[in-house]
């Protein structure tokens, strides 16, 4: 699978901005999908997920009421609605794909897709 993310830019706070994931090669109906984010000198944290088949979603507690996570199953697409940013969001951001939740809990991840820069002035 290769994941291929768009959407990254540079914003004021306040600002939105919706990252877009698309997937190729085999996607599985049981993939789950999803970002994290690692801004400089910090570990890669765990955003948001969706799974494909029911649509089920996760989010990070910071970003819940903020951040909205969505699929197009038939493009293979995962997005990542982001409102209401703050320069506390400034990271680049991952889209990854595995088999389980579980993997978005301790970053065992299947897939990962090249990192998008999101960077937001205050």
């Known amino acids: 699978v290769q994941l291929q993310a768009s959407g990254g830019g540079l914003v004021q706070a306040g600002d939105s901005l919706r990252l877009s994931c698309a997937a190729s090669g085999r996607a599985q109906s049981n993939y789950v999908m999803g970002w994290f984010r690692q801004a400089p000198g910090k570990e890669r944290e765990f955003v948001a997920a969706?799974?494909?088949?029911?649509?089920?979603?996760f989010y990070q507690d910071s970003v819940k009421g903020r951040f909205a996570i969505s699929r197009d199953n038939a493009k293979n697409t995962v997005y990542l609605q982001m409102n209401s940013l703050g320069p506390e969001d400034t990271a680049v951001y991952y889209c990854a794909v595995s088999t389980v939740v579980a993997a978005f809990v301790n970053r065992d991840i299947d897939y990962w897709g090249q990192g998008t820069q999101v960077t937001v002035s205050s």
């Open positions: 969706i799974r494909r088949s029911t649509g089920t979603t």
